[in-house]
């Protein structure tokens, strides 16, 4: 089979899977997302470190704390503007909660880990909670995708709406 056959059939499941004018729109909201989810996360870095000792317990509990207001600003965006479903409010907003839970976890896992890793290599040692907040918040956003568009909007056929 020809490369650039190849490349199509990759294209075109892609597109499937992720249709462009949605995923561009989960870019956007994702964008605003971020910068507000990592905004509450710095901010309650700073107000944390000075009350608790460990700087690992200050960065677990920041993350834990913002998750809740973070869920719920982007579940509104995600709702309205990317996926656009009509409905189910509490349920899909539960089920954000659930995608969310998971990265969550996995950033609660692997934050201590990250952390550690980066001591050795960034000098300044206050940089490392927000060094790695910032990079486990970049490695969820594929993760939060599919996981929003396969189990939190799943009611939502995919239409050619999507690819607008």
Same mark, same amino acid.
């Given at each position: 089979?020809p490369?650039?056959?190849?490349?199509?059939?990759?294209?075109?499941?892609?597109?499937?899977?992720?249709?462009?004018?949605?995923?561009i729109r989960?870019?956007?909201?994702?964008?605003?997302?971020?910068?507000?989810?990592?905004?509450m996360?710095?901010?309650l870095?700073?107000?944390?470190?000075?009350?608790?000792? *460990?700087?690992y317990?200050?960065?677990?509990?920041?993350?834990?704390?913002?998750?809740?207001?973070?869920?719920?600003?982007?579940?509104?965006?995600?709702?309205?503007?990317?996926?656009?479903?009509?409905?189910?409010?509490?349920?899909?907003?539960?089920? *954000?909660?659930?995608?969310?839970?998971?990265?969550?976890?996995? *950033?609660?896992?692997?934050?201590?880990?990250?952390?550690?890793?980066?001591?050795?290599?960034?000098?300044?040692?206050?940089?490392?909670?927000?060094?790695?907040?910032?990079?486990?918040?970049?490695?969820?956003v594929?993760?939060?995708?599919?996981?929003h568009?396969?189990?939190?909007?799943?009611?939502?056929?995919?239409?050619?709406?999507? *690819?607008?």
């Amino acid at each position: 089979m020809p490369r650039r056959t190849i490349l199509k059939n990759l294209l075109a499941q892609l597109a499937y899977h992720a249709p462009p004018g949605q995923v561009i729109r989960y870019l956007i909201v994702g964008g605003w997302n971020t910068l507000f989810g990592y905004g509450m996360y710095a901010l309650l870095i700073y107000l944390l470190t000075p009350i608790i000792a *460990s700087d690992y317990l200050a960065a677990m509990v920041a993350t834990i704390l913002g998750t809740g207001i973070s869920v719920t600003v982007a579940f509104i965006g995600h709702k309205l503007l990317v996926f656009r479903t009509k409905g189910n409010f509490l349920k899909e907003y539960l089920r *954000s909660f659930v995608v969310y839970g998971g990265t969550l976890l996995m *950033s609660l896992i692997l934050l201590p880990l990250l952390m550690a890793v980066l001591k050795q290599f960034v000098t300044s040692h206050q940089l490392v909670p927000y060094l790695a907040g910032a990079m486990l918040m970049a490695g969820s956003v594929v993760v939060n995708f599919f996981g929003h568009k396969h189990y939190t909007f799943a009611t939502q056929a995919v239409t050619n709406n999507d *690819s607008s």
